[in-house]
DNA sequence: GTTAGCACTCGTATGTGATGAGTGCTAATA
DNA sequence: TATTAGCACTCATCACATACGAGTGCTAAC
């Protein structure tokens, strides 16, 4: 039975550990001024609240640990988020004070905010263009024999890829063409939209077949390496500043992760459907990632949320401050966003 | 005086050292099977190359190690570069085996094959718009107030922004105005190109007025954005590969020196005039690289050097064999570069 | 000029004992 | 019955001592 006095103590025993990292012993519990009773009684308390499997010792004679469980719990029941002082919010403003030009610059500024308050590794993933709508398509000839296909998505985003056409193609005739692409392709994903070109131009011969299938050929591959490569980490140095993490091998196997990206990014994209999504330790799927906390929260753009940002550090981490960092940090992405689309003068996205 | 025989002693002690990383003892080399003299003779002539600044001795009772002027000797002078053999050529080959859809593919794929290759860290920086040749410049209406403006460089490379525009502007005076832009940027860099556009236009009034103030606002602050992004890392965790940096706080430092970029961007920009450049531990202008070594070449497009890759490593290296794979790795970007401009139904270049 | 021999150096590994934080358990207490 | 004081016990950590061995510099002999 957890009573209200074995929560107490394991809410001090995780407060404490947060903190400083070292097991915590009976008396440094007893010795809080809110706890009237004796490192005795908190020391069977422990060994109760260790049998339910929320502590842990890491040896014999050593204090106690908070479990995964104990983390869980307490982000479930026993956290309050802890609100940012003025200082803190303008530390992060600073770094979304800068004219925005394009959305990876959103993306990096993102990363270095993240990391740098909370002294953990950041990660970001950028806007999924592929769940955005398509407002429009635009080909345009460039070069005899080349030309760039601009995607236009409901957001505003643009994102844009050159491809190989047939050097009698005039202007004239992309123009057309893309009239009738963009009707074809309103409101719909990329991916419905390819579907919907093959179907709609299915009967079409010739030079025009071979330039729809380059183009939906073109389309289509570079929807899945896009994505990839839209992630971004930062302060991945910050793995050091944690005592637990003071170990190459970890450090190495952590690097690796990193680097592979496409665990990451597919553990982020899993995770949109909530406004916070908190992974503790062996929750994580990843394996480098067992004995790791993962924090992530969605941005959105206009209803619906097409990106998330998020931290990774230890399971010891204070999951109450970095969520309110999170949340802030947020709301700078949102608004940023919007401004670059309503703004008249000032900032594009790309 | 450097005797022949103090020479292959040197030599012999790097290649040794760089094979075990461990300071090298006069009975190690006297056991070579091609030195005929003792492990005495041998230390007479080891204390004189420490005297001569080419070996140093970590405590007294260790072994030599070469010091920075012995690797830049041992480059200069001693080192014969290590053809590589048809199953090492094969393993960098099939990174380039690929199909490439964009040069942002390239470049991550170079670094991946770099790094591993080598198991070192890389780093690759990609094309220099800056220093490429126009060809032409379109505008392109895609929105209400919102124009993508594309620069065609001569290497057929693209570059492409958004920008805002007066609400009233017709694709038609877009079409007409690229025209004219397209003459006069002709054969510029990006950088002169603004300057001519500032100069020849410096007539226009009003709306068309506002209209190229606001393209060239925006062309001349994305140039050095853009670059300064166009850097990427492989390999980050092979630091931790050499035991010389199993240290946390040089891994740190190492780590946090990748993350800022721009140290690295202009150390990698600087070194464009030649094939190869070697920096050599304290060689190197960049603190944290004091104790590494940076070997770096450079990559064509048509006739003109536009970007580097390299690695980065510890100084004892090998660097006959580091060099002949940047080689080797080169000459599979040029040709995948080409095969991207030439080849007409496969490959285009972003 | 080369080499054998030897005393010397010094980093590394190993072992030992002291320290102290923290525990579990028992018996006394409220 | 819950709490607490007291105490023996555990065990990681640290300081210190010792042994080991790779490697050196130097000298004297070849």
Redesign the interface.
């Known amino acids: 039975m957890l009573t209200p006095r074995k929560l107490a103590i394991l809410q001090a025993v995780i407060d404490e550990y947060i903190l400083t990292g070292l097991p915590i012993g009976s008396r440094t519990i007893s010795k809080r001024n809110d706890m009237n009773v004796s490192s005795a009684t908190i020391r069977n308390e422990m060994a109760d609240l260790e049998d339910d499997g929320f502590l842990v010792q890491p040896h014999t004679s050593a204090g106690r640990i908070p479990s995964d469980k104990a983390y869980r719990l307490y982000v479930n029941m026993l956290m309050h988020t802890i609100d940012l002082d003025e200082n803190e919010r303008n530390s992060i403003r600073k770094y979304f004070d800068v004219k925005m030009?394009?959305i990876?610059?959103l993306i990096?500024v993102t990363a270095q905010a993240l990391s740098e308050t909370t002294k953990l590794t950041s990660v970001v993933i950028g806007p999924q263009t592929s769940q955005l709508k398509l407002?429009?398509v635009?080909l345009?000839k460039?070069?005899d024999?080349?030309a760039?296909i601009?995607f236009?998505m409901d957001t505003?985003v643009?994102r844009?890829?050159?491809?190989?056409i047939p050097q009698d193609i005039t202007p004239e005739y992309l123009e057309a063409l893309s009239q009738s692409l963009s009707k074809c392709v309103e409101d719909k994903t990329m991916q419905e939209a390819v579907n919907e070109i093959r179907n709609s131009f299915s009967l079409e011969k010739g030079e025009n077949r071979r330039l729809l299938d380059?183009v939906i050929d073109?389309v289509s591959?570079?929807d899945s390496?896009v994505q990839e490569?839209n992630i971004i980490f930062?302060?991945?140095?910050n793995i050091?500043n944690h005592p637990e993490y003071?170990n190459?091998?970890k450090?190495?196997?952590f690097?690796?992760l990193l680097?592979k990206k496409d665990n990451i990014y597919n553990m982020m994209s899993k995770a949109t459907d909530m406004e916070f999504s908190i992974k503790i330790g062996a929750e994580n799927d990843i394996d480098q990632l067992k004995d790791m906390s993962v924090v992530m929260a969605t941005y959105k753009f206009g209803n619906s949320k097409i990106g998330s940002f998020g931290v990774i550090g230890p399971t010891r981490m204070n999951y109450g401050k970095i969520m309110s960092i999170l949340s802030y940090v947020g709301s700078n992405i949102s608004s940023i966003l919007n401004y670059m689309i309503d703004d008249?003068?000032?900032l594009?996205?790309?």
């Open positions: 030009q394009e990876e610059q990096g407002k429009r635009q345009v460039i070069a024999t080349t760039l601009v236009v505003g643009i844009n890829m050159t491809v190989q380059t073109t591959k570079s390496e490569r930062g302060g991945t140095e050091f003071r190459i091998d450090a190495r196997d690097l690796k680097e008249d003068d000032g594009y996205l790309k």
